[in-house]
Structure formats: structure tokens, C-alpha cells
């Protein structure tokens, strides 16, 4: 099998690595791009983008990226602090005052970033009407109080970070953080990146399928089976290590997080589920690949874009394009590591974007250097400034609840093409 695309003969091991997933069975459509000091170096695709019709993965063909929708979110706001039209460290009252209610009143714009205001899920059931009206969504938040004192713990706000940020977003601008993310980032740079599909973009879209190798059924967001954070670095699953036995959850046993992350997967009751399940795709025909969900450009979760695209994000994030330099270097900068109250394994979050641990998996080389954001079921987009490095993977089979070793293996073979 050769992959569609081109791969500088420098990456010629980031190709092998991409064809033999393919041949491996694991995959049904993917694409991998990379910059380096703002090149294209590797831009491949190959597999359906439909498994239903066949209809082929082509160059063009944009598939929703979950979670790494979080780091265009947050870059959009730290935009807006650098006008001075937001204080990152100030209450979010200032801007949303009846945020303040139920004890929030010292919530600080930096907790909702680094996942630590204590909302990372709905108390109540959001209806399908609401969907699409990400303001009402929010002021479900502003009327609850928060499960832990905020600043003094983290979760991973899987769903509830995007109507969070978003409604900080629209507050201060009047726009909604899809309309910002056109009209500012992705527009000016010709990014093919949406948050917030157009029809037609929603059509030619790559359709998700979930499950095992052989027996994938679509949709998937909000399956209580799977969770976004889990699949985020690669933390088992596709044979690798911490991959599910039939016996039960991985890892040593109770008291082990490993173990006990694959449990409160398991459990429907659990703060994880409740997490990812809330807002529920699931309720729409199809989950995740429903014109609704494609189209409401939840700020968590829905972006859709090609690798391409998303890579190009990254090149232009790292070369001071988007924002200062100093403002990256200042995000970038860990707040938060350790137990995920949600996730159970350890996180790490600057304002909005990953760092390397449990939950965002990076080869050595970028252990110390990498930032941003993977998504539910493998996906996954990366920065390295030191390293000029810039990657983002998308694919349309998603991996189950202990995640996937997938975008791993393409980021450690870019990292090792570096010379």
C-alpha cells in the first residue's frame, strides 16, 4: 500500500509508519501533516473517508478533531487578552456577571483554562434544543455550584471548557468563538478549519465510525464506552501497552489509575462519564457525524478540519503569527500536573493547551517542548517551538476508551526524522 500525498525522503519514516497502520487493519481513513520551521514536509492521506459508500479520503477531506478544537479555543481567547480585553487572571465575573452565582465569584478566567473551576459536568440533562444555542447551554453553568473548590484541584472539563471559555469569548466580543475563529485565525490564513461547518464542508467531511477493527458502528460522541481524555495520549488500546484484556480494566488492580480510569469508564454514574456524556450526540441520529453536531461548533469539541489544516494552526501559532511569542511562552507554562479528578490519570495544562503526561503522550524528544491538544479517539495536534515542529493527525476510526498509539507513533517518527 503506498499513501497518497508527499513525504520530504527526510520523513521517509514518518510514510512507513502511515502505510503500516494501514496495513495493520487499524485503520479506515487518516490523514498526518507536519511543518518544520513553517515547510511542508509531510502531507499524506489515504483509506475512506465513508465506509458506508466507499467514498474515498481525499486531499480535501475534513473530519471532526474532538478535543483538539480546546488549543484553538484558548488561543482565541489569549488573543483577546492581548488587546487588554480580558484579564486571563481576573474573576470570571468581570465579563459574565452572573457567573458569580452559587459561591463562583472568585473564579478566575485562568481556572476555566487550566481546568480547575470545578464544572466539568451539567447537573441536569442538556435537551437536543439547545444544542445549537451554546448561551443557554452556558448559563446552565452559571447556575451551579462548583464539585470542588476551584484552584485547588484539576479535571478535565471535557465538554463544559468550550461553553466556559466560549461564553467569556462572547461576552466580550459579541462573536461566537466559531465566528471568531473564521474571521481571525483560520479565514486570514486560509486554514481549512471550521468551527462551525458550512454545508458543504459538513458534506465532503469524513464519516466517524467507533468500535473494534472489524466491527466499527458510527458515531461516538458521548459514548459512555469511550472517553475523550482517555484516548488523548495513547495510553493503551491498538495492542498497546495498558490495551484491555478480556478479563477487565488494565492496569494492576484497585488503587492503580490506570485500573481505576478504565473502571470509571465503565461506571455510567461515574464524574468521567457524566463529563463526556453531556451534552449527548448521541441522541441525534448518526452522534457525532449529525449536521447539527458538525454545524454547532461546540467550542470543546467540534472542530472540523483537515490535518493540513490543523497542522497550519500549529506552524502559525509557533512563528509568533497568532499571538506574541511571549503570550505562548506564558501559556505554555504548566499551572496544572498531576491526578485528573476526571480523567484519574495524570494531566498537565497550561491556559488551554496540553502538556506531555498520561493524557497527551509525546516522544521523548518533546517532553519537554510540545504542547497542545489530542482528541477523543486518537486525533491529535502539536506544537514544538523549539523543535519548529508542527503536526496534526485526524482519522475516522475512533479508538475505544484506553486510546490509541496511533498519532504516537507518526509524532515519534516525525521527532525522529529531525535531524
Known sequence: MTAHGDCDPRFARVREVFESQFAGGEELGAAFAVYLDG????????????RHTGRLWERDTPALAYSCTKAVTATALLMLAERGLVDVRGPVAEVWPEFAANGKERVTVEHLLTHQAG?????????VEEFEDQAAIADRLAGQAPVWEPGTAHGYHALTYGFLV??????????????????????????????????DVAARAARLSAG?????????????????????????????????????????????LLYEMAKASLDPDSLMNRAMANPNANKLKGGANHPVILRAGW???????????????????IAGDIIKPETLDDAMRRRVRGPDRVMIVDSSFGLGYMRPALTYLTPPKGAETAFGHAGFGGSLGLGDVRHGLALSYTMNRLAKVAGSLRAYHLAEAAYDSLT
Open 39 to 50: 515547510e511542508p514536509v509531510v502531507d499524506l492521506w489515504d483509506g475512506v473517508a465513508d
Open 119 to 127: 464544572l466539568p459536568a451539567f447537573e441536569h440533562e442538556v435537551p
Open 166 to 199: 466560549g461564553e467569556v469569548i462572547r461576552r466580550v466580543t459579541g462573536r461566537s468563538v466559531g465566528a471568531m475563529v473564521a474571521e481571525e485565525i483560520a479565514g486570514p490564513r486560509g486554514l481549512e478549519l471550521w468551527l462551525g461547518a458550512p454545508d
Open 212 to 256: 473494534d477493527r472489524t466491527t466499527p458502528r458510527d458515531g461516538a460522541a458521548g459514548d459512555t464506552t469511550a472517553g475523550d481524555g482517555a484516548a488523548h495520549g495513547g495510553t493503551g488500546g491498538d495492542g498497546g501497552p495498558g490495551a484491555r484484556p478480556a478479563g477487565g480494566p488494565p492496569g494492576q488492580g484497585p488503587g492503580d
Open 299 to 317: 467550542p470543546a469539541m467540534g472542530i472540523v478540519t483537515t490535518a493540513r489544516g490543523l497542522a497550519g494552526f500549529y506552524r502559525d501559532l
